[in-house]
């Protein structure tokens, strides 16, 4: 389903492209119909990170390089929207974008009447298809190149200080010579190119006719759609094209909105399979008729079976795990420990006592010495470093049945933590 709208947003303002027509609006004001957001702000940080251990803590290990960096201050919101997987390793291209700004602009799209949905630029810069090619992307102060193999990401980016067909060029060729250094193979180099908000079409014309000619890349114009605004200036944008191409999945938004613009998208096909069924009805009542008649002794056989199932359950609850031999109760009793030291379930309840202010780093079932049983062992930041904010996860752990034991969290930052968590019933037992 094509949005009604795009909305474009820079730190230099808000544009909107819609039914052909191109025009700047206020920040902030609401939005009518449904809408995609671009956002593609100048305090955010674009980049590729080698992760160490599972992509679970690629986020994390991005947001302490980020800061560590001093490219962003405070708080982070991470973004990954590309990863390549290694034995020990994780690759990710990735968005950082300030967590005040992030939460702003999530307020404000959740506050809209219809479908309003935000997606980094990162996340179509490079498509799933086209391996190996590489995509060139002009935004509104920067120039992206990125290629992806079956085993590693390539980008690079540069600062574009003007419209200048001469400088944009000589952009473009150093940012191919760095791709190259960094190991992407030459041999018949293939690439795109495509601009985010152009006013001159025929100047990205000219630039992809100009690196076909430098024998540094065969590029290709990509498919771009033509805006006109009030005065009569028209602009180009890919960005509908290659959100097309992206699908849902660079929606920075929770799965049940995703499904509710799938299914509305879809609501047309639905609408003529039903009336497709509808009209057949008629002339398969008799066939329908039959099949209910069988399927009515299947679930009377299936009832039976239920039945069987219950009596041997019954008969199963019946047996005392002293009775049975030692192999059999010491598989019953680890059978137990897993059903209260589930990790799903802890994670689940995590996600439910930590809200905005406290971030969950990592979960691990561990033995405090070799006598011990395992128990959880959580690691977070209070991300405001708050005494208040900390005491309050604490208490509403305890209010899940878990007890929180003190110990020291592996992360220096402010705000780090790290507990033990025991169940009350084990504690109180103690």
């Not at 119909?33 to 100048?42: E, H, Q, Y």
């Not at 160490?52 to 405070?74: L, M, N, T």
């Not at 030692?326 to 379930?345: C, E, I």
Request: charged share 20%; glycine share 6%.
């Amino acid at each position: 389903m094509k949005p009604d709208q795009i909305l474009y947003i820079t730190s230099q303002g808000w544009s909107c492209l819609s039914n052909g027509r191109f025009h700047s609006i206020t920040p902030w004001a609401d939005v009518e119909g449904t809408t995609l957001v671009v956002i593609d702000l100048a305090e955010s940080e674009v980049g590729v990170q080698s992760c160490k251990g599972k992509f679970d803590y690629a986020s994390a290990q991005i947001e302490k390089v980020v800061r560590s960096s001093g490219s962003i201050e405070g708080p982070l919101q991470i973004f990954i929207h590309k990863y390549i997987r290694h034995a020990e390793s994780t690759e990710a291209l990735y968005t950082a974008i300030p967590l005040d700004a992030w939460q702003k602009l999530q307020a404000w799209s959740n506050s809209q009447k219809d479908h309003c949905f935000l997606i980094p630029l990162a996340g179509v810069l490079a498509p799933d298809t086209n391996l190996g090619e590489v995509q060139l992307t002009r935004g509104k102060s920067q120039l992206y190149a990125v290629a992806i193999t079956e085993s590693k990401i390539y980008f690079a980016v540069a600062a574009t200080l003007s419209a200048d067909a001469g400088d944009l060029l000589t952009r473009a060729k150093a940012l191919l010579i760095q791709l190259k250094a960094l190991g992407l193979s030459s041999a018949a180099l293939k690439g795109r190119w495509g601009a985010v908000l152009s006013n001159d079409i025929e100047l990205d014309r000219e630039l992809v006719k100009k690196l076909n000619e430098s024998d540094i890349l065969d590029a290709k114009l990509l498919k771009h759609d033509l805006f006109t605004d009030a005065g009569g200036l028209t602009v180009s944008s890919y960005l509908q094209p290659a959100l097309d191409s992206a699908g849902t999945k660079v929606m920075q938004t929770n799965w049940l909105r995703r499904l509710a613009w799938l299914c509305e998208s879809q609501s047309m096909r639905i609408a003529a399979i039903v009336a497709t069924f509808a009209i057949g009805l008629g002339s398969l009542g008799l066939f329908v008729q039959t099949m209910a008649s069988n399927e009515s002794q299947k679930s009377l056989q299936l009832t039976r079976e239920l039945e069987n199932l219950k009596a041997r359950q019954a008969e199963a609850n019946s047996v005392s795990v002293s009775s049975l031999d030692s192999d059999t109760s010491n598989f019953v009793k680890q059978l137990g420990f897993a059903a209260s030291n589930d990790p799903v379930l802890m994670l689940a309840t995590l996600r439910k006592v930590a809200d905005s202010s406290v971030r969950i780093q990592r979960l691990q079932l561990t033995k405090p010495d070799q006598a011990s049983k395992p128990i959880f062992r959580v690691d977070g930041v209070v991300i405001d470093g708050s005494n208040a904010t900390l005491g309050r996860f604490i208490s509403q752990l305890r209010a899940q049945g878990w007890q929180a034991e003190s110990v020291a969290p592996s992360d220096s930052s402010l705000g780090a933590f790290a507990y033990m968590l025991k169940p009350l019933a084990t504690v109180k037992a103690n």
